[in-house]
């Protein structure tokens, strides 16, 4: 099975990869050359038989923003992504993945769908020197589309329209059922087949016929164009540039120009990679180790750079691809790596021949499901406020990919550090104040907390104790032990006492190390208000 599954995987990766390169802006051998290394790679050091790694729609999207086209930019940034991959592995570093949420990623990648797909609607239509920027690309797409090719806008449709109804047919497809004919379960899998294979299947059907008219002297559709053949170069990555008028452009230059994207690409790559890994993984009953995938996607980008490969990550098509087909190890990776090999080896004079309408037609086909409306629904349904952080990404996104990573990020950020600073407190209003926490105490909510006790039992006239009920504080630091401690003084001066309820081992240790005077603390609530009584009836 894990020979089907490669061969399988390894027909619909090609026509995709030479799609993605387009995306990326880079000549399209660039995406086999990303696409053969982390089969092998991840082969001996991925923990998931069914994750793929190369060249995906989202990454080669984020890589266009930074390397805007130039092929030198490309291969150090795959370089120092693998470098900077490699040490989070080693550093266990993985759990700041964990700061991305949900509605973030969503909202990434909904957005991306979107820039992608309309990116290669000027394919489709046959439109030269449209800018790369979302909104400018609307714009010139549509001032220009009276300039619109028949030949590739016919080619490009009829492509997107064979492959739905290849999609849909295989959908469609009933699984065998032991005693069915053997001309019905043939049928079944020759349908199966080219609804599997139908990338490639479009792109070779879209190359004879602009070959046929090339060689008929007729220029009818936009194709490809002359291709470096033959396998790459095994070199280190190029640490300089020299341009066409012989300046040389210096290392620090060129990570300069880079900018966010050392931070961008190899957070976003390992993010891609593990969810995928994950999602299969539970679908498939296995679990993966997330630093060990982390190990082998920067592994994979460090010496895919040697080849001249762009950054890769996980591709969730091509992985569903692989589970669907039964594969049984990640061996399955090594025949879709000889297939990409073969490729480069022989077929690259072919290449030029692939209509441009014909690769549009696959990204769009591929990166259609990624936007997900239903998540908004979801999202109103389970907690509004989660749109927030949502529309911030999606909406940002169309300016700059990186800006909506980033705000999105920051949004989520502040509303979980709103939650830690603001905890939601459970307040008793009688003879004594009893304040329970609902959440832990962290030192951005000690003022807050203070000043609750502070307002609610020390200003009211005349002042009364309080009890704070810790039984969810698992831990303090030396800023919650300082307001303590005021807060203490505060109650002592006024005749009146603060006792804690519930405190945990760990933090009645830190309270008792710090000698607080008067630090008063009973086992519960009921314990602590018995206590008070009876200093009442004491007094």
């Known amino acids: 099975m894990d020979l089907i599954a490669g061969m399988t995987v390894g027909l619909t990766a090609v026509p995709q990869v030479l799609a993605y390169a387009e995306v990326a802006g880079l000549p399209v051998q660039y995406g086999l050359y990303s696409a053969f290394m982390g089969c092998f790679i991840y082969c001996i050091f991925g923990t998931s038989k069914d994750v793929t790694l190369g060249p995906t729609a989202i990454m080669s999207l984020l890589c266009a923003s930074y390397i805007d086209g130039d092929p030198v930019y490309a291969v150090l940034l795959t370089f120092l992504s693998g470098v900077i991959q490699l040490s989070m592995a080693i550093l266990q570093l993985g759990f700041l993945l964990d700061f991305i949420s949900f509605p973030v990623i969503k909202g990434f990648t909904c957005a991306a769908a ?57 959908e469609d497809l009933r699984p065998n059922e032991a005693d069915a004919p053997i001309c019905v379960r043939v049928s079944r899998g020759i349908v199966w087949f080219f609804g599997t294979a139908r990338n490639a299947l479009v792109v070779i059907a879209a190359s004879c016929v602009a070959y046929a008219c090339d060689v008929s002297g007729y220029e009818v559709f936009t194709v490809t164009g002359k291709t470096s053949q033959g ?67 920067g592994l994979t980008n460090i010496m895919g750079s040697f080849v001249s490969a762009y950054p890769v990550t996980g591709s969730f098509g091509r992985t569903a691809v692989n589970s669907q087909t039964g594969v049984c190890t990640p061996a399955g990776g090594v025949v879709t790596g000889v297939i990409v090999l073969l490729s480069l080896a022989y077929l690259m004079p072919l290449f030029y021949y692939i209509p441009k309408a014909a690769l549009a037609a696959v990204i769009i086909c591929a990166v259609a499901p990624m936007v997900d409306c239903s998540v908004i629904i979801k999202l109103w349904r389970v907690k509004k406020l989660d749109l927030l952080p949502f529309l911030v990404t999606f909406l940002l996104s169309f300016w700059e990919v990186q800006y909506g990573i980033v705000g999105g990020i920051a949004v989520s950020g502040f509303m979980l550090l709103y939650n830690i600073a603001r905890p939601k407190l459970k307040v008793s209003d009688d003879d004594v104040l009893v304040v329970a926490l609902d959440n832990g105490l962290n030192f951005p909510a000690s003022e ?22 810790c039984h969810h504080v698992n831990n303090i630091d030396y ?25 945990s081992i760990a933090v009645l240790e830190v309270l008792l190390a710090a000698e607080l005077p008067g630090l008063r603390h009973m086992d519960s609530v009921d314990a602590a208000l018995q206590s008070l009584s009876g200093n009442k009836a004491f007094n």
């Open 114 to 170: 979107i820039t992608i797909g309309f990116g290669q609607v000027k394919n489709i239509l046959g439109l030269q020197h449209i800018p790369q920027q979302f909104f400018l690309q609307v714009y010139y797409t549509f001032h220009n589309i009276c300039q619109t090719r028949v030949g590739d806008l016919v080619l490009g449709g009829v492509s997107l329209v064979l492959l739905v109804l290849l999609k849909l047919m295989k």
């Open 231 to 297: 396998l790459p170069p095994f070199s280190a990555p190029p640490f300089t540039e020299t341009t066409w008028n012989g300046t040389v452009i210096p290392f620090d230059e060129i990570t300069q120009d880079l900018g966010s994207g050392l931070v961008v690409i190899p957070l976003i790559g390992l993010l891609e990679s593990i969810a995928i890994a994950k999602a299969f993984g539970s679908q498939n009953d296995y679990r993966i180790d997330a630093n060990q995938e982390l190990f082998a996607i």
């Open 448 to 469: 807050y907390i203070s000043n609750v006790l502070y307002t609610e039992a020390l200003l009211v006239s005349p002042p009364r104790s309080a009890i704070l009920d």
């Open 479 to 503: 800023t919650v032990v300082n307001e303590i401690r005021d807060l203490l003084r505060q109650f002592d001066l006024r005749g009146v006492c603060l006792v804690f309820s519930g405190l």
